[in-house]
């Protein structure tokens, strides 16, 4: 009954005996059967292991900044190029729940394309009627934001919470270009800070972006080190201009890349917050926060079956909630299309409102906080980092490592073992490159974008690419799309199902599923009982065809080899019996699905894009 103590929690889960972890570990081994332990250990992209169980973890206090019951800030991007419909859109995000927006200028290396004009009448439209000193903003304008800061901060009233975006690190590792003086960059960035705290503004003036290391393929261990790097190397020039380092300190930020992988975001947002804290006590420094930006990733971004990216930006947020983050931004559904419109960016918002709102997320400091694995990845994620980062000091900082290319190097090579993963289909894309679908529904977008980051004069540096995941497989569905629209056919290959549906009826769903990440369609061929109906069937095939049935059916084959009137493929491994059976090409997982797929299209006679 209601209230009463026998029927309460803490009674049901005393009905339950205790169980140690050898109690589990038993139940493990008996469902393992032969295969080892160990097998059911994982290890991270930073050669993090991860263990399938944890104890409880030492509870030392929040790592978060953000009392229980604080809400994170919702902050919304302001990104048109017309300065009046940047302001339509803000006006409205403001509100409908939106607490904070962040202008994003043409030229920044995040408005792929878009952006305001760095003019202060366009900023002053984009703004008009917004209560400046009631909401939170944020600039992002790359090799302009010393410019734009200095516009703000003349529209702005005194002690607005603003975060000034300025950014010549990140700016270098972009574009290649510094965009001021190396030599006077410490006593550049000294008078920025003097003259917007003269106008009543205390900041923070600086920025750390992870995400332009995480939008080339790093490592979330390389993406904190480069946060990092960044801020220590702006802090010495400041020393060395006369700075002083105790206020100093505390005019950065930092804004995190929060993706899909829920563990690995909220270990990166608590780890960042160790890492500082390191920092600062190597340096011989008080303690004081620094706040964390984070913004749902561009690089898990698809333009395939784009509203799973709704499923991906919810737990993104969620999960840089959990850790912490002390103000969020969700790039819309539809942000790999082009700029979003007004539903986008309202789904956008209402994912932040419904996860504060209705799940109460921000209810609880660091919810991960004494919870065994958050705890270990969070510490071991924060020690890579910091070796990520020594690695870095030891070439002398971030601005000589990226000149020297050492930095990029070691980025590139994560980003080519993610996309080895990402062809083989290990790292599946749902919606692309798994479970894709040949009807995309349509959306709609403001306008376009082309994704790139204009080009500047007097590069010291190889900038570091901007490359979405799923770029690879989109490309093969627009060759086939464009293929479809040119011949009036889409792209088909014949299935040749033999035996019984319930045998290869796995095996022919997964085989229409790897067809369709590259946008090909399958035309089934089935009733057929044996081999010599096979036969028949594929003899009258003109065009490409592939054999999809069971093993036993395909160890009961005997020749003569079949002829299709194109390239015979194979679903499943290779069969020594099947060897003289004039198969071209086999599909299995674990194979290089991007390659496949391409020689699939060369057999289509599909043009490349």
């Known amino acids: 009954m209601p209230g009463d103590p026998a029927h309460s929690i803490g009674s049901l889960a005393n009905d339950f005996p205790p169980r140690s972890e050898a109690d589990w570990r038993a139940l493990v081994d008996k469902a393992l059967k032969d295969a080892p332990f160990d097998t059911l250990k994982t290890v991270t992209r930073d050669g993090i292991a991860v ?49 904070g927006l962040a202008l994003v200028f043409s030229g920044a290396p995040s408005a792929r394309g878009a952006g305001l004009p760095v003019d202060e009448e366009a900023i002053k439209r984009a703004l008009a009627g917004v209560h400046l000193g009631m909401i939170e903003m944020r600039l992002q304008a790359g090799p302009n934001a010393i410019a734009a800061a200095g516009m703000l ?24 270009t510094l965009g001021l003086d190396e030599a006077n960059l410490g006593a550049n960035l000294l008078d920025v800070a003097s003259d917007l705290g003269a106008q009543g503004h205390s900041g923070p003036y600086f920025e750390a972006d992870g995400r332009i290391a995480h939008n080339a393929g790093a490592t979330d261990g390389q993406e904190l080190a480069m946060i990092l790097a960044s801020i220590v190397d702006l802090l010495r020039r400041l020393e060395h201009s006369g700075a002083d380092l105790d206020r100093a300190s505390a005019w950065f930020s ?21 890492l500082w804290r390191r920092v600062l006590d190597a340096s011989g420094l008080p303690f004081h926060p620094l706040p964390i930006h984070a913004e749902t990733s561009w690089r898990m971004m698809t333009r395939q079956d784009p509203h799973v990216n709704l499923l991906r930006t919810t737990i993104a947020t969620f999960a840089a909630g959990i850790g912490g983050a002390d103000s969020i931004s969700v790039l819309p559904f539809t942000a790999a299309h082009g700029l979003p419109d007004a539903f986008a960016r309202r789904i956008a918002r209402n994912t932040q409102l419904i996860l504060l709102e209705e799940s109460g997320l921000a209810r609880v400091a660091d919810a991960a906080a004494g919870a065994g694995y958050p705890e270990h990845r969070t510490r071991a994620l924060a020690d890579v980092a910091w070796r990520h980062f020594q690695d870095i000091e030891r070439e002398d900082g971030i601005i000589e490592s990226l000149k020297r290319g050492a930095l990029q190097a070691r980025i590139a090579e994560a980003r080519a073992a993610r996309a080895a993963d990402i062809a083989t289909a ?19 977008v403001v306008a376009s974008s082309n994704g790139a980051t204009p080009a500047l004069e007097g590069q010291i540096a190889d900038p570091l690419p901007a490359i979405r995941d799923a770029e690879p497989f989109e490309t093969l569905r627009d060759a086939a799309l464009a293929h479809a629209e040119t011949t009036g056919t889409a792209p088909t290959i ?6 019984d549906q319930a045998d290869y009826g796995p095996r022919l769903t997964w085989t229409q599923n790897l067809l369709a990440a590259g946008g090909i369609a399958a035309d089934i061929v089935d009733d057929l009982p044996d081999w010599d109906a096979a036969r028949d069937a594929i003899g009258k095939i003109n065009g490409p065809a592939c054999l999809c049935a069971s093993n036993a059916v395909y160890d009961a084959f005997s020749g003569p080899a079949l002829t299709a009137g194109g390239s015979l493929y194979c679903a499943g491994k290779p069969r020594a019996n099947l060897e003289n059976a004039g198969v071209d090409r086999y599909f299995a997982a674990g194979m290089d699905v991007l390659d496949a797929l391409s020689a699939v299209h060369d057999a289509l006679g599909v043009a490349k894009t």
């Not at 206090?61 to 017309?82: C, F, K, N, Y």
């Open 426 to 444: 290990s790292l599946p894309i749902t919606g692309t490159s798994a479970y894709a679908t040949l009807d995309d529904m349509p959306v709609s």
């Open 254 to 274: 930092a804004t995190i890349a929060a993706d899909a992988d829920q563990f690995a975001t909220i270990a990166k947002c608590r780890a960042l917050r160790l």
């Open 494 to 499: 014949a299935i040749v199902a033999i035996g």
């Open 51 to 99: 263990e399938p169980i944890y104890p409880a973890g030492d509870v030392k206090g929040p790592l978060s900044t953000r009392p229980g019951g604080t809400a994170w800030e919702i902050i919304q991007r302001v990104d048109h190029s017309d300065p009046d419909e940047a302001n339509s859109q803000a006006l409205i995000d403001l509100e409908n729940g939106a607490s």
């Open 153 to 176: 901060a003349g529209l702005a009233p005194p002690d607005s919470s603003i975060c000034f975006g300025v950014d010549p690190i990140d700016t270098l590792a972009a574009t290649g």
